[in-house]
RNA sequence: GGUCCCAUAGCUCAGCAGGAUAGAGCGCAGGAUUCCUAAUCCUGAGGCCGAUGGUUCGAAUCCAUCUGGGAUCACCA
């Protein structure tokens, strides 16, 4: 049940009852007209701006028409007062009825409550984290996971059909790299003494393993063959090895993924996939031979002019037409993902949303590009940049260099931090805004650390229970009707403000959904927090607020309503943020 | 030079498909616990929403230009 839509249907109800209305259908667009709650509670539940949308077209003013749709909302039961306000705003107040019938369905639907059918009918992949297996996952990968995450759990609340996707870069020569990295380790394990690590392969303990098991799978046998031979094998257990740390990096975060596709697939039986998917743009035209124009600006030192495969990307709205074989004849990284892309395609999504870091933001336009010569436009390709993550220690940034093997893993941080630290602060900032992470801060459990006040909230609720059923053994609280009670007993201006927070709920979700905008969850769960600590804490001085009344224990059955709505809406959207809703926090 | 992101309180940031008197946390000043967990709450001070134009009944929000900060540019993956 959502407050907002059900009051948009009966305001747009009574428009349609309207002769005015009714003569200039046609020409009337009720798209623009919004239902909300007014910012200010004083002016009441719910606010439309229906009257300033249609006076113009309708040739009235705006005054003229909200008086004669008050006159009709009057009309409802469930509508205890309708006034103009401004410029034509009509502000309606629900009924103390409407507002109990709101928290027994809330309180019925439990966790499910806020789910939103907007997404019914619409196959979505979000592809996310994609790191290349060449190792343990670094903290620079924590942000795109937990938001790529939490976006998909969020849609799938939406009503959405969502797959989790990982794309595996084990193609590119940075996998070659990796295989002779470990097959270093290998001739270590065998007893060879290796020295430093050359530079330009993998330096990081992490190959240590790798080169035992391939030295007990393989003996001495791969270091008297050549390397085009021993090559594919140890690629081959390399790639296997590294994702089983990925995914058990991906696990601590409580990420899960349901499709890993590997590049190399792609690659597989002469690269039959690419060229399948350059002959499908090629028979759509937008393929040709040619040369690019050097870069603007500052020219690279080794500039030359080659020909080369291209995709004519500028004609379906990227800025330079972009490379699909290398003057050599083998394909380029971004070949692949014209196949990949096509792939998805197949699979029957209606809309494909990449999770890139910042660093890939001029990566955006070709995928674009891509998506709109390889559907036709009828796939929608939506790109989310994340932007970068700062690490500080006690206000100091924290330096990381990749080639040196000196980077704070994903794991380091979360056992460091905390699970749920770690992925609700990750989603505590707009994507598009960089994001300064201090371990400190972070590790802090209480000021300047919003999971544990959400978190605290939930486990509150859940002692309000405690507390009541020692106030009352012989009442089971887990299984009474709480429900049932409520009518007639929740009615207080402070009880109905805070059911009023719930009914937010699920067209925040919509919003969120439709925006692709997670941290709205968040921001959200704590303002319900807030409203809920609030609430508890008005009890100390007018004990009658109080949920547990010893002395009506059908008032105390009421109002533990309204706290099970609370923990559940808390339970449901901390779920969408992956966190844990506890019971207790000592 | 091109492209993308950003600019809101001293600091870190929200601002809900353009709405009414722009909000929160931290910090600062004060206060609340014999009482459902003080990991909490309440009160106060603090603003030219980077600048200029435009769109309209109405702009922090949309468009253009500018200024300032960050990211990125290549047959690399």
Redesign the pocket.
């Known amino acids: 049940m959502n407050l907002f839509t059900d009051f948009g249907s009966r305001i747009k109800n009574v428009l349609e009852s309207l002769d005015i209305v009714r003569e200039n259908r046609s020409e009337l667009d009720f798209s623009?007209i919004?239902v909300?709650?007014?910012?200010?509670a004083?002016?009441?539940d719910v606010?439309t701006?229906a009257a300033?949308?249609l006076?113009?077209p309708l040739g009235t003013n705006?005054r003229a028409l909200a008086d004669q749709i008050v006159a009709k909302l009057k009309e409802d039961p469930e509508v205890a007062a309708v006034s103009v306000?401004?410029?034509?705003?009509?502000?309606v107040k629900l009924s103390i009825a409407y507002w109990q019938k709101l928290l027994k369905v809330i309180v019925a639907e439990g966790t499910e409550y806020g789910k939103s059918a907007i997404g019914t009918g619409r196959k979505v992949n979000v592809e996310y984290v994609s790191a290349?297996p060449?190792g343990p996952m670094h903290v620079g990968h924590c942000r795109g996971a937990v938001v790529g995450d939490t976006l998909a759990n969020l849609l799938e609340f939406a009503g959405y059909d969502v797959i989790k996707e990982y794309y595996i870069?084990?193609?590119?020569?940075?996998?070659d790299t990796l295989a002779r990295s470990a097959f270093l380790r290998y001739r270590e394990a065998l007893g060879e003494k290796i020295g430093e690590i050359p530079a330009g392969l993998y330096p990081g303990d992490y190959l240590v393993p790798v080169g035992h098991s391939l030295a007990d799978e393989f003996g001495t046998s791969l270091r008297i063959m050549p390397e085009d031979k021993w090559m594919p094998l140890v690629k081959e257990r390399t790639i296997a090895a590294m994702m089983v740390m990925i995914r058990e990096d991906l696990a601590a975060l409580n990420v899960h993924h349901d499709v890993f596709f590997s590049?190399r697939t792609l690659h597989a039986d002469g690269a039959a996939r690419i060229r399948n998917a350059i002959n499908d743009l090629t028979f759509k035209g937008h393929v040709y031979k040619g040369a690019?124009p050097p870069?603007?600006?500052?020219l690279?030192e080794d500039w030359?002019d080659?020909e080369?495969t291209l995709f004519r990307s500028t004609e379906v709205g990227d800025?330079?037409d972009?490379?699909l074989i290398?003057?050599?004849g083998?394909y380029?990284?971004?070949a692949a993902?014209v196949a990949y892309f096509k792939d998805k395609f197949d699979r029957g999504f209606n809309e494909m949303i990449y999770v890139l870091?910042?660093?890939?933001?001029?990566?955006?336009?070709r995928l674009e590009a891509v998506a709109r010569a390889v559907s036709g436009g009828a796939s929608k390709l939506t790109v989310l940049?994340c932007?970068?993550v700062k690490l500080y220690r006690d206000g100091e940034p924290v330096k990381m260099s990749k080639r040196s093997g000196d980077f704070v893993t994903l794991r380091d941080v979360v056992e460091e931090v905390g699970r749920d630290s770690v992925r609700f602060m990750m989603i505590?900032?707009?994507s598009?805004?960089?994001?300064?992470f201090d371990f400190a801060k972070v590790t802090e459990?209480?000021?300047?650390?919003?999971v544990?006040?959400v978190?605290?909230a939930h486990?509150?609720c859940?002692?309000?229970f405690?507390?009541?059923g020692e106030a009352f053994p012989d009442i089971d609280f887990a299984t009474v009707d709480l429900a049932g009670a409520i009518e007639g007993n929740i009615s207080d201006s402070n009880e109905l403000q805070l059911v009023a927070k719930l009914a937010?709920y699920p067209?925040?979700i919509?919003?969120a959904a439709?925006?692709h905008?997670p941290?709205?969850i968040a921001?959200y769960l704590?303002d319900l927090?807030?409203a809920f600590?609030?609430?508890?804490?008005?009890?100390?001085?007018a004990?009658e607020?109080?949920?547990?009344n010893d002395k009506n224990g059908e008032l105390t059955i009421a109002r533990l309503g309204l706290v099970r709505a609370v923990a559940s809406v808390l339970k449901s959207g901390l779920s969408i943020t992956g966190t844990a809703a506890?019971?207790?926090?000592?």
């Open positions: 623009r919004s909300e709650s007014p910012r200010d004083s002016h009441g606010a701006n300033m949308v006076a113009k705006p306000a401004g410029p034509g705003f009509i502000n290349n060449t870069n084990d193609a590119g020569s940075q996998i590049e690019l870069p603007k600006g500052q690279p030359e080659r080369q800025d330079i972009r490379p290398k003057s050599d083998s380029t990284y971004f993902d870091g910042a660093d890939h933001g001029g990566y955006v336009k940049l932007q970068l505590y900032r707009k598009s805004e960089p994001l300064d459990q209480s000021k300047d650390n919003p544990f006040y978190q605290y486990a509150r859940m002692s309000v405690r507390q009541a937010e067209r925040v919509e919003a439709l925006s905008e941290h709205r921001f704590y927090a807030s600590h609030a609430h508890w804490n008005k009890g100390k001085d004990h607020l109080r949920f547990v506890p019971d207790e926090m000592r």
